[in-house]
């Protein structure tokens, strides 16, 4: 799977829009990019994927620039739960013995009210 | 929605024990996975199985072993649990044709080794 590299941290207020961005430089034309969400003592959970162009979910919106080496998620006007931390994935969604997620060390969101 | 539950959410262990993890899912999927997760370091694969009885070596396999008896059930085994095997251990499973985001993952282990 693709190497990705994401900002350790961020720190945002309530109500503001926050922009994380990963970058993929390695990424194959198969390859789509996955957004898991980690909040403390639970495991993570999936909140968007796309391939390219823009995706958007009531959750969170993808941005994904023509030449895909980066990618930016979205989430419009934080609140406090949204303190997480956020792990951007690369790599074909063929599932099986080759869809393994291998998580980076993720983006920790910081929401202070 | 589906359920991926791991059996316990906190263990303490000494140097030395045999230590079993265990982690069951009730929605058939085919495929489980082992995670531990470290402050600074992220998720890492530890073990995987896309089928009942058969396995694969994640990324650091050294030190455990896994057994997948039921295609419900996927345990970890820790053969003789050292005091850097502390860590938050994550359970995972989806389906075989399901890509990057049909994964549910439990709530998590944490196993602390005195």
């Known amino acids: 799977l693709a190497k990705t590299t994401q900002p350790i941290s961020m720190d945002s207020y309530e109500g503001q829009e926050v922009n994380i961005t990963c970058s993929h430089n390695n990424i194959a034309t198969n390859d789509y990019i996955t957004w898991y969400q980690q909040f403390p003592s639970q495991g993570p959970r999936f909140i968007i994927q796309?391939?390219?162009t823009k995706v958007t979910n009531e959750v969170a919106s993808l941005f994904i620039p023509a030449d895909r080496k980066s990618s930016t998620l979205s989430l419009p006007r934080v609140s406090l739960s949204d303190t997480a931390v956020y792990y951007c994935?690369?790599?074909?969604?063929?599932?099986?013995?080759?869809?393994?997620?291998?998580f980076g060390k993720g983006t920790k969101l910081s929401v202070k009210p | 929605d589906v359920k991926v539950t791991q059996s316990s959410r906190y263990l303490v262990k000494r140097t030395g024990e045999k230590v079993f993890l265990e982690c069951v899912q009730d929605m058939d999927h085919e495929n489980m996975f082992w995670y531990r997760q470290d402050p600074g370091l992220g998720l890492r694969l530890i073990y995987f199985?896309?089928?009942?009885?058969?396995?694969e070596k994640g990324d650091i396999p050294e030190g455990y072993s896994v057994s997948r008896e039921k295609k419900e059930r996927f345990s970890l085994i820790l053969e003789s649990a050292s005091t850097n095997q502390t860590s938050m251990y994550l359970c995972?499973?989806?389906?075989?044709?399901?890509?990057?985001?049909?994964?549910?993952f439990g709530s998590g282990t944490r196993l602390t080794v005195v």
């Open positions: 995972a499973s989806s389906l075989s044709y399901q890509g990057m985001d049909g994964y549910t």
């Open positions: 199985s896309y089928d009942v009885k058969m396995k």
């Open positions: 796309g391939y390219k």
């Open positions: 994935l690369v790599g074909d969604t063929g599932g099986g013995s080759q869809g393994n997620l291998i």
